[in-house]
């Protein structure tokens, strides 16, 4: 009798201590980016550069920035 | 290798907020949260001048240099971007920015306040380039749909230009030599006014 008192009362103190216990407060760490140019297929790619290759964007950035300068598309 | 840049050309602005709508809707920005916005300095009076003011991208961020859980990093073409995962919410970023570019949505039923966000120069997250989650988080990535930032491709009088910083100073500098003035509104005298000549 006096063995499932005993029990039964350290099997409150683990359940009631379990309460007092800290969830882990870790922070997320960075995640690694992929590079701008490596994109999967997707349907709103503009035209005329080839998705993966970094030279081919480049280029196309460049280009792009010129549709900005109308001292360019006047001539 | 690109280092991408704004420029807002204050002799052209106009003030219609047509960057602000264009960041708005292309990324689908909550309520309360501007990326950008459009600043007058004299606001009323004859002369006013409006810049559109977002992330500066800077290449020395401050943001970057508190952020107590390192949630930012720099890209290869000179994009300072943040992982939300990572972010904590706790705003340091936001005192350290000189130009308040990071904004906190408010969160939940009590309006707590959530992960920042900020202007991404059109290129997303740490998400799958073009992925449902990188839109949902970081909006729109532009840049790798071989695109430049909405804001500046949307510009009606192309008063803010985006893109590699070489190519928008020459774009900005052509302009400067044309109409043959322009390059004073930036700089010192705009910021404090014209220096006391010595009597």
Redesign the interface.
């Known amino acids: 009798m006096s063995r499932c008192i005993v029990l039964g009362a350290v099997m409150a103190a683990i359940v009631s201590l379990a309460a007092c216990t800290e969830t882990p407060q870790t ?14 297929d ?1 349907a ?3 035209p ?2 080839k998705s993966g290759d970094k030279v081919s ?2 280029e ?3 280009s ?8 360019a598309k006047a001539k | ?2 280092r991408m840049k704004f420029i807002c050309d204050a002799e052209r602005c106009i003030e219609c907020n047509g960057c602000v709508t264009a960041c708005k809707a292309e990324h689908d920005v909550p309520w309360g949260v501007n990326r950008r916005r459009v600043v007058t300095l004299n606001d009323g009076i004859a002369g006013e001048k409006s810049i559109s003011v977002a992330c500066m991208h800077c290449s020395d961020a401050p943001c970057m240099a508190v952020c107590p ?3 930012f ?1 720099r ?3 000179g994009v300072v ?1 943040h ?1 939300k ?2 972010c ?1 919410g706790c705003g340091y970023c936001s005192y350290a920015c000189p130009f308040g570019a990071p904004q906190f949505p408010t969160n939940g039923t009590f309006g707590l306040r959530g992960k920042m966000d900020k202007c991404t120069f059109c ?1 997303g ?7 449902v989650a990188e839109n949902a988080k970081y909006g729109r ?1 532009r ?6 930032p909405a804001c ?2 949307m ?1 009606a009088t ?1 008063a803010l ?4 910083g070489d ?2 100073a020459d ?1 900005f500098r ?2 400067v030599l ?1 109409r043959g003035k322009g390059s004073e509104v930036w700089g010192w005298g705009t910021a404090y006014g014209k220096p006391a000549t010595k009597s």
Do not use: H
Not at chain 1, 34 to 40: C, G, N, P, Y
Not at chain 2, 161 to 164: A, K, P, R, S
């Open positions: 922070a997320a760490t960075r995640k690694p980016d992929t590079k701008v140019w490596e994109v999967t997707n709103f790619n503009a005329g550069w964007w480049e196309q950035m460049r792009r920035a010129q549709a900005q300068n109308e001292y | 290798m690109a859980v390192d949630c990093y890209t290869d073409e971007l992982d995962d990572a904590i290129a997250g740490p998400e799958l380039n073009g992925s990535n840049l790798s749909e071989g695109k430049l500046a491709e510009c192309k230009l985006g893109g590699d190519v928008v774009i052509t302009r044309n």
